[in-house]
T-cell receptor
Framework: QQQVKQSPQSLIVQKGGISIINCAYENTAFDYFPWYQQFPGKGPALLIAIRPDVSEKKEGRFTISFNKSAKQFSLHIMDSQPGDSATYFCAASDRDDKIIFGKGTRLHILP | NAGVTQTPKFQVLKTGQSMTLQCAQDMNHEYMSWYRQDPGMGLRLIHYSVGAGITDQGEVPNGYNVSRSTTEDFPLRLLSAAPSQTSVYFC??????????????FGSGTRLTVV
């Protein structure tokens, strides 16, 4: 049972465009929704996170939109840059802090 | 601060061999986890620990053992390596605690090949 479904698997965006990655979850006990960024040969690194009591969180060019009723959340990268090319993972955790990851999205920004 | 340190970075094993992947953190984090990363499969939780002496199974625990004798160390043991265990293994830690939901810090990974 895949508890966190992520789409698309891969994404190509022109420099300066908006990159959008979507995730859906099933477990209503999840109460923390982080996004991780991973560059080749490196471990994932926390990018931005949200709790279900807010509908949006913005940090620089990165925004999480959260829809609790639909059990969906998404990552928006504004003004996408070649340096944003990486694999992005959405995730969810419950009060035990055990994190379940989506399968990842490989993002490529065209220069 | 070293963060999360994993050793070795690369390893080749023969089928049936055993080995231990080492993980150490110097941030006094309570929670530690082991993940494996395979193409198209994302990060799958193998085992995790919420403190010294406490461990539990994740999504894919078969063929792996863990123990947590200290807060700093969380080794992962492969009992009898199989080709299906060829993967990149990541150790991660977080301050955690009663659903505080702090972000995980990941190590740089161990790339394991079983032939």
């Amino acid at each position: 049972q895949q508890q966190v479904k992520q789409s698309p698997q891969s994404l190509i965006v022109q420099k300066g465009g908006i990159s959008i990655i979507n995730c859906a979850y099933e477990n209503t006990a999840f109460d923390y929704f982080p996004w991780y960024q991973q560059f080749p040969g490196k471990g994932p690194a926390l990018l931005i996170a949200i709790r279900p009591d807010v509908s949006e969180k913005k940090e620089g060019r990165f925004t999480i939109s959260f829809n609790k009723s639909a059990k969906q959340f998404s990552l928006h990268i504004m003004d996408s840059q070649p340096g944003d090319s990486a694999t992005y993972f959405c995730a969810a955790s419950d009060r035990d802090d055990k994190i379940i990851f989506g399968k990842g999205t490989r993002l490529h920004i065209l220069p | 601060n070293a963060g999360v340190t994993q050793t070795p970075k690369f390893q080749v094993l023969k089928t049936g061999q055993s080995m231990t992947l080492q993980c150490a953190q110097d941030m006094n984090h309570e929670y530690m986890s082991w993940y494996r990363q395979d193409p198209g499969m994302g990060l799958r939780l193998i085992h995790y620990s919420v403190g010294a002496g406490i461990t539990d199974q994740g999504e894919v625990p078969n063929g792996y053992n863990v123990s947590r004798s200290t807060t700093e160390d969380f080794p992962l043991r492969l009992l009898s390596a199989a080709p299906s265990q060829t993967s990149v293994y990541f150790c991660a830690s977080t301050r955690g605690g009663q659903g505080a939901n702090y972000g995980y810090t990941f190590g740089s990974g161990t790339r394991l090949t079983v032939v």
